[in-house]
């Protein structure tokens, strides 16, 4: 196993980061000569930050679509869009056993908001836009608030804030943690287990190759990483922190909600745009669940076009 992931890390791009190799990619247009370089200089930077148990594969459409060139407007492509896989999720994997030094940086969501930060300086990337879905949204109002000066704007997709319940989360973390130890490889091979899956996540029909590569991705999601951001995303800590963290921003926010949403209900988003509505705004799209951006592309990026571009709203 270690060295087909040795010889896997030749031939796809990684960066070691506090002791982890991280995926990441360029999606862009024209494409990457060298993906340890930015591909456009002259262009802006959207990086995308995959919420829990996922990877940055789930990501890869709307990054095309973000990198293509805009219809009826101008003659270049908006942005080089720049994917990665958050430590212990997707394909940056920790090395077995795990390393003292790995394992002391513990998995609060703040770790992750300062690996993202050697990510960009590794990369030599000054300031960028963020997207962020569940979980990496958390990550990314974090980023926001300890970086400003690294964010031009953000888009958080299914994110709120809620109120701390002793007895609904004790359960969760009970039920989170069977679902994390209890994660067979031969899963995967069950027809049709994948569309079940991703059931309680969708309001609409995704890609089949997105919803078993969702699958795929929270099998093998290294443990500690799947348990340790549990329990910190979902916390009373998460529930006194975050109402404060949405009042300090001072970066233009765009909050995407669904309006089926059961993970994470548009009304938890509603009130986290409340704390702030100088800064965030926040927009419900119908008829989608927790993966608008994929269940309903075309409006999903067309709230985003006009966040971004909104001398151009009419």
Known sequence: MQIKRSLLSLIMPYLEIRGVNHYYEWISNPAAANPEQKPNPGK???VFIHGWGGSARYWETTARAMSDYPEGGTAEPRFDCLLYDMRGFGRSRFTRPVAEAVAAIGYELETYADDLVVLLDRLQLDKVFLNAHSTGSSVAVLFMNRYPERVERTILTCHGVFEYDERSFKAFHQFGGYVVKVRPAWMSKIPGVDRLFMQRFLRRSIPREVSRAFLEDYLMAEQEAALGTIY??????????MPEEYRKLHIPTL????????????????TAASLNPTYVKQVV??????????????????????????????
């Open 285 to 314: 799209m119908q008829e989608t669940g927790h993966f608008p951006m994929l269940e309903d592309e075309a409006t999903y990026l067309k709230e985003v076009e006009a966040f971004l571009q909104p001398e151009r709203v009419a």
């Open 255 to 270: 909050l995407v909600s669904g309006e089926y949403d059961q993970i994470i209900p548009a009304a938890l988003g509603r």
């Open 44 to 46: 802006p930077t959207m």
């Open 232 to 241: 910190t995303a979902v916390s009373e800590r998460a529930s006194i922190e």
